[in-house]
C-alpha cells in the first residue's frame, strides 16, 4: 500500500500511562503533520515536521506531548502521563511538500489511531 | 467564534442535491478545501479553489466561494448513499498548516 498508515488503530490505555502513537508516511514526502479531532471537533494542529528542518511544535497543548521524526521516514507521537481530556482520533498526513502549491502538495491523510484514556 | 465554521449535519434523499455551506473569518485565506472523511478512514482531499475563483466544477461537485461573505459552499448532485461521510472545509493564509472546520456529517437516505 502507498498511502500513510498509522499503528495502532485503537488504543484504551488508563489514566496516567504514557503512549506512543506511530505513523509511516507516503514514502519521499518530506512533510508530515501531526493533528488531533476530539468527537465532534475540528482537526487540531498539533506538530509539523519539513525534512531536517526543526519542527513546528507550536500546536502541541502541553508538555507531556512531544513528537520525534527520523529523517523523512516514520514519526512517533508521545503522550505522557495520559489525561481523559486526551482522548481523541489523532491523525497523521504527509505531503511531498510544504503546502506552496496545493495542485501538487496535497495533503493525504492516515485513517489515525483512537486513543481511550480510561 | 472559530475561525471555519460548519453546520454539524445534513441530511438529503438520495437523488437530490446536497448543499454543505462553510464560513471563515480570514480575509486573506489563499487557499480553500473540501475534504471528505468516511468511517474509519482518513480525510480525503475532494477539491479546493483558490481564493480569487468563484466558482469550480468537478463532475458532480460544484464549489462556490464567495469572497465578500467568506462563504464557501461545495454542491453534490445527484447525491448517492456512498457520499454519506463527514465533509471538513479548510482553509490556507499561505502557510503550511490549514485550519479544518469542525466537519458536516451528510446523511443519505434512500
Known amino acids: 500500500g502507498a498511502g500513510v498508515s498509522q499503528s495502532p488503530s485503537n488504543k484504551v490505555t488508563e489514566k496516567g500511562k504514557d503512549v506512543e502513537l506511530r505513523c509511516d508516511p507516503i514514502?519521499?514526502?518530506?512533510?508530515l503533520y501531526w493533528y488531533r479531532q476530539r468527537l465532534g471537533q475540528g482537526l487540531e494542529f498539533l506538530i509539523y515536521?519539513?525534512?531536517?528542518?526543526?519542527?513546528?511544535k507550536s500546536g502541541l497543548p502541553s508538555d507531556r506531548f512531544s513528537a520525534e521524526r527520523t529523517g523523512e521516514s516514520v514519526s512517533t507521537l508521545t503522550i505522557q502521563r495520559t489525561q481523559q481530556e486526551d482522548s481523541a482520533v489523532y491523525l497523521c498526513?504527509?505531503?511531498?511538500?510544504?503546502?506552496?502549491?496545493?495542485?501538487?502538495?496535497?495533503?493525504?491523510f492516515g485513517p489515525g489511531t483512537r486513543l481511550t484514556v480510561l | 467564534g472559530e475561525d471555519v465554521e460548519q453546520s454539524l449535519f445534513l441530511s438529503v434523499r438520495e437523488g437530490d442535491s446536497s448543499v454543505i455551506n462553510c464560513t471563515y473569518t480570514d480575509s486573506s485565506s489563499t487557499y480553500l478545501y473540501w475534504y471528505k472523511q468516511e468511517p474509519g478512514a482518513g480525510l480525503q482531499l475532494l477539491t479546493y479553489i483558490f481564493s480569487n475563483m468563484d466558482m469550480k466544477q468537478d463532475q458532480r461537485l460544484t464549489v462556490l466561494l464567495n469572497k465578500k461573505d467568506k462563504h464557501l459552499s461545495l454542491r453534490i448532485a445527484d447525491t448517492q448513499t456512498g457520499d454519506s461521510a463527514i465533509y471538513f472545509c479548510?482553509?490556507?493564509?499561505?502557510?503550511?498548516?490549514?485550519?479544518f472546520g469542525r466537519g458536516t456529517s451528510l446523511i443519505v437516505h434512500p
Open positions: 479548510a482553509e490556507t493564509r499561505g502557510s503550511y498548516i490549514p485550519t
Open positions: 498526513a504527509s505531503s511531498l511538500a510544504p503546502l506552496a502549491d496545493v495542485s501538487t502538495d496535497t495533503q493525504y
Open positions: 514514502s519521499g514526502h518530506t512533510a
Open positions: 515536521f519539513q525534512g531536517n528542518s526543526a519542527p513546528d
